[in-house]
């Protein structure tokens, strides 16, 4: 009797071990043909003719599925799959990695790039459908201030009367010093209340709408960051009503433990990542400084460690965010990328690329993360092939196998 089985994997493997058909010593030990017929000699203990050890459900067909899976966990993801789930990989090579301390910080917005904006005058304010967070551009109407209502009437018409009070004042002084008839004082101080009331008038008459309302606007184009009034709010000349950022220059602003104090001197550079994003950021790639650290206070035992860096995504002044300063220091060691390692029931793996379409899974040990690499002490050597991005589709095609139950026990 002759059995073939023929096994479809990477590389078209055949694993054939422990299927032996060879019948010349099947358990025939103690099996004498020979013309002694003492049967008490003539035993067949052992002479078993059932073939023991030819069991077809281990017969060497273990990942013999008509799934993903190769022989011995090995995953079949073909290339045209690998360009539809963005699968891509890198060569595992050893290079520098920096100390890291991880801790926790938040997004500010730079100095210079914010602005608050006051009441021009006193009334009750609008803002009518602006909210925080709304666009607004350079010379952008806020808000309307309307004194109308108030018992002080008018506060352009008063300012109007003033104006015009204080102008026929300073005419008429400046006639009569011609004749010295007024002091150079008298004229002078004459003068200043005309500049005075014409300034106020020239100020609100310039800002003021159709209806008589005062306009409040915004000196520098950005959003809103912060309304410092309600809608509706009585408010006085030089109240503050807003706050417009630019967000162009922002700040990342991290809090480390005093026991880390000792280390600052080498922080150089950060990444950092948000909770609005998958995305890990480096402030290298942002045009990024580190601005200085400072001492603890207040208490808290934390010292304020602050970068500067350029907004060119969709970073949120105001936000926390996770991050790893990095030290100037660093060593040679194999690292990967935080989105290669996927973790099954605390045990974190990395797909290793046989060849094109074949990948394994392969456990690592890793050590510290700079929030967009991670080290790795154990499990990879120089020169595999790694799956750098789509590693959970991998994961997800390695368990796309034959259904539950399907072998080949006869």
């Known amino acids: 009797m002759a059995f073939c089985a023929v096994l479809a994997g990477c590389g078209n493997h055949s694993n054939h071990e422990g299927h032996d058909h060879g019948h010349g010593v099947e358990a025939h030990e103690g099996h004498d043909h020979g013309h002694d017929h003492d049967h008490e000699g003539h035993s067949h203990e052992g002479h ?73 005058t006193s009334g009750i304010i609008s803002f009518g459908r602006l909210t925080e967070g709304s666009a607004v551009g350079k010379g952008g109407q806020i808000a309307t201030i309307s004194s109308k209502e108030l018992g002080g009437g008018d506060q352009l018409a008063k300012a109007k009367a003033a104006f015009e009070a204080a102008r026929k004042e300073y005419e008429r002084d400046l006639q009569l010093s011609k004749d010295n008839i007024v002091s150079e004082s008298h004229l002078d101080q004459s003068r200043l209340a005309f500049e005075q009331a014409k300034a106020e008038y020239d100020a609100l008459s310039s800002n003021t709408s159709k209806d008589g309302n005062v306009c409040v606007t915004s000196p520098i184009g950005g959003y809103i960051k912060k309304l410092s009034v309600g809608q509706g709010d009585f408010v006085e000349t030089g109240t503050p009503v807003a706050v417009v950022s630019q967000n162009r220059r922002l700040r990342l602003r991290a809090d480390v433990s005093e026991k880390y104090y000792g280390l600052l001197s080498g922080i150089k550079d950060a990444n950092f990542s948000t909770s609005y994003s998958d995305a890990a950021y480096s402030l290298k790639d942002l045009n990024g400084r580190l601005i200085g650290y400072g001492k603890a206070s207040g208490g808290d035992y934390y010292i304020p460690v602050t970068f500067e860096f350029d ?76 799956v750098q991005t789509g590693a959970m589709q991998v994961k997800l095609a390695s368990v796309v196998a034959a259904p539950a139950g399907h072998t080949h026990s006869h």
Do not use: W
């Not at 060497?60 to 290339?79: A, C, P, R, T, Y």
């Not at 690499?373 to 120089?382: A, H, I, P, T």
């Open 48 to 120: 078993d003719h059932g073939h023991e050890g030819h069991n077809h459900e281990a017969e060497g067909h273990e990942g013999h599925d008509h799934g993903n899976k190769g022989h011995d966990g090995e995953i079949v993801v073909s290339l045209e799959r690998q360009k539809t789930f963005g699968i891509t990989t890198e060569t595992v090579t050893a290079g520098d990695f920096a100390e890291v301390i991880h801790t926790s910080g938040q997004i500010l917005s730079a100095m210079g790039d914010e602005m608050t904006v006051v009441a021009k």
């Open 311 to 386: 907004n060119k995504g969709d970073l949120v002044a105001g936000s926390y965010v996770d991050v790893y300063l990095k030290s100037s220091s660093s060593s040679k060691a194999f690292s990967v990328p935080v989105g290669a390692v996927v973790e099954d029931q605390g045990i974190h793996y990395v797909f290793v690329q046989e060849d094109e379409t074949c990948f394994t899974k392969r456990e690592v040990r890793l050590g510290q993360s700079d929030g967009k690499r991670v080290l790795v002490k154990s499990g990879l050597n120089e020169g595999e092939v790694i």
